[in-house]
């Protein structure tokens, strides 16, 4: 058996990357892991799927009805996932394939969309586990959106045993998942806005996207907005609260590089990110995942004619989309609003709380750049 430090660094050298493919019931999720398995297959990569763990469970007789409680059973849940994830990834470093896409047929924070709170507290403390570290643990999120929303009469309970929703509960259960994992930096939703086809395709361009196949550039608009009502926010189901440190570091100035610590409650995950601007919204941006004592090295090369930003970002889901709002210690009455799109002229809903005072994604002094300036 390959050990634990040796399974690590063979992780990091090679070209893994782990996904979580999520949803809404009926969203399409069974098609889509068979086309994104054939996708990137055609693209040279060696793609693994970690089955769900609940159909296995429910359909083996293990279900929140046959244990002792749900609290039971979402222990039973979580802690199988984790290790399957554990083994596929444990597989995947000891393969010889440059290229490997983990796809999990769902993921950990899936669990909690069907916990209380006080549930979710105790399956963590079992477990060892916390929000940041399984949510985290994943690269990037996709979640479909269920058929339910927007394309109600393709809505149905029959090709799936352990599906029982209404339509109405279907809803609820889709929101409940977007909430459960809000927060992660990398989720992006798909919608029923178009066909089915043209839903898996867009799917398909999300994850080449991601995984740098297709130009990884990123359409930011970003706006001033008064300052919201940071007790909605925080009260709101489809709203995290996220802590981040973002130290810039000595670069070339053709290039941004920058340091960042993320996450709540005390724990934390670090990244080293590189940015360059092709021309307009347009940015090409790498990032790569840092451990903590690689984190502290970095910042020995920081730039010292900036200061470290600390700010509080709100990650918010609205009508799918995905907004990160940024309060700054320094302002008080203002704040910076934040989406990323695919396409410079897709129309943008905001909710109703969010008042704008302007647009600024092309003035240099809104960035985190000059407010880092001394």
């Keep these: 058996m390959i050990r634990y430090k040796e399974w690590k660094k063979k992780t990091e050298m090679k070209n893994i990357s782990k996904i979580v493919i999520t949803g809404g019931p009926c969203a399409g999720k069974t098609t889509a892991l068979s086309w994104i398995r054939n996708a990137f297959s055609q693209r040279g990569y060696t793609v693994l799927i970690v089955p769900e763990t609940a159909t296995e469970l429910i359909t083996g007789g293990v279900a929140p009805w046959t244990c002792g409680s749900n609290e039971d059973y979402q222990k039973c849940q979580v802690e199988l996932q984790l290790e399957k994830e554990r083994l596929f990834e444990q597989a995947a470093a000891s393969m010889e394939?440059?290229?490997?896409?983990?796809?999990?047929?769902?993921?950990?924070?899936?669990?909690?969309?069907?916990?209380?709170?006080?549930?979710?507290?105790?399956?963590?403390?079992?477990?060892?586990?916390?929000?940041v570290s399984?949510?985290?643990?994943?690269?990037?999120?996709?979640?479909?959106?269920?058929?339910?929303?927007?394309?109600?009469?393709?809505?149905?309970?029959?090709?799936?045993?352990?599906?029982?929703?209404?339509?109405?509960?279907?809803?609820?259960?889709?929101?409940?998942?977007?909430?459960?994992?809000?927060?992660?930096?990398?989720?992006?939703?798909?919608?029923?806005?178009?066909?089915?086809?043209?839903?898996?395709?867009r799917l398909e361009m999300e994850?080449?996207?991601?995984l740098k196949e297709e130009q990884p550039y990123q359409i930011e608009r970003k706006y001033l907005i008064r300052m919201p009502d940071l007790n909605w926010l925080e009260n709101t189901m489809m709203s995290r609260k996220i802590r981040i440190d973002q130290?810039?570091?000595?670069?070339?100035?053709?290039?941004?590089?920058?340091?960042?610590?993320?996450?709540?409650?005390?724990?934390?995950?670090?990244?080293?990110?590189?940015?360059?601007?092709?021309?307009?919204?347009?940015?090409?941006?790498?990032?790569?995942?840092?451990?903590?004592?690689?984190?502290?090295?970095r910042l020995k090369n920081a730039d010292q004619s900036r200061r470290t930003i600390h700010k509080t970002r709100y990650c918010l889901t609205y009508n799918n989309q995905y907004f990160e709002i940024d309060i700054y210690p320094f302002w008080k009455d203002q704040a910076i609003l934040e989406i990323e799109l695919r396409d410079e002229d897709a129309k943008i809903d905001f909710p109703e709380q969010i008042e704008l005072i302007k647009e600024v994604t092309d003035?240099?002094?809104?960035?985190?750049a000059s407010l880092a300036c001394l």
């Design 97 to 131: 394939a440059e290229k490997i896409l983990i796809i999990c047929d769902r993921g950990v924070m899936d669990n909690f969309a069907y916990m209380n709170k006080d549930e979710q507290n105790h399956v963590m403390k079992a477990l060892g586990g916390s929000i």
């Design 207 to 210: 994850v080449a996207v991601f």
């Design 247 to 297: 130290t810039y570091l000595m670069s070339d100035p053709s290039e941004e590089i920058r340091v960042r610590r993320r996450g709540e409650d005390g724990v934390y995950i670090y990244y080293e990110t590189h940015k360059r601007t092709l021309e307009g919204m347009k940015r090409i941006s790498t990032e790569t995942r840092l451990s903590h004592s690689e984190y502290r090295r």
């Design 134 to 201: 399984w949510r985290d643990s994943y690269d990037a999120v996709f979640h479909l959106v269920t058929a339910a929303k927007g394309a109600e009469k393709y809505y149905s309970l029959a090709n799936n045993a352990a599906r029982y929703e209404t339509v109405e509960q279907a809803v609820s259960l889709d929101e409940r998942l977007i909430s459960s994992w809000t927060g992660h930096k990398y989720m992006r939703i798909i919608d029923n806005s178009t066909d089915f086809e043209g839903k898996m395709r």
């Design 363 to 368: 003035d240099p002094a809104y960035k985190n």
